[in-house]
């Protein structure tokens, strides 16, 4: 590994940790739904751009610290987020090629569908908090995905001119 990738990856690096402290932000309860859209972008993000360093025992801890910064039963965003992130491990390549707007088509249905997993969960336990969650994470989280994704490589590509 060159010095170049190294500082991309580091600055990647740099880029997920900044995403994952928002999870531990206090937000009022009207805006509370957001707390995991952070990290699930990051997680979402390294995934398909860096999958040497998403293996599922990480997204797991990631998703038993988003259920211990959210106050929600253990297990309910360990177990949605390992099964959004193996499907979009699973078709990595085929959402590479589609290119960006498809991507970001993908991205908002991983979304939808990690929103819909954690719903089921909830109406299973019987407290179901309702569809804002549900209709809100999805375009909200795609477009701070686009946002990122957008922003890392365009770092990457100064980088690589240099």
């Given amino acids: 590994m060159n010095s170049r990738s190294l500082r991309m990856d580091t600055k990647t690096l740099f880029t997920y940790g900044f995403l994952f402290l928002f999870a531990f932000i206090a937000l009022p309860k009207s805006l509370f739904w957001l707390k995991p859209i952070f990290p699930l972008v990051a997680v979402f993000h390294c995934v398909i751009f860096v999958p040497r360093s998403a ?5 797991w801890l990631i998703g038993l610290c988003l259920d211990l910064a959210t106050g929600t039963y253990l297990g309910e965003n360990c177990i949605a987020i390992v099964l959004a992130a193996h499907l979009l491990k699973i078709f990595r390549k085929n959402i590479i090629a589609q290119g960006a707007g498809r991507m970001g088509m993908v991205i908002f249905l991983i979304f939808l569908g990690y929103q819909l997993i954690i719903a089921a969960m909830q109406l299973c336990a019987q407290r179901y908090d309702g569809f804002t969650a549900v209709l809100g994470v999805a375009p909200v989280g795609t477009l701070l995905w686009l946002a990122l994704s957008v922003l890392l490589s365009s770092a ?4 690589e001119r240099y």
């Fill in 55 to 59: 293996n599922i025992f990480v997204i």
């Fill in 156 to 159: 990457g590509r100064k980088q």
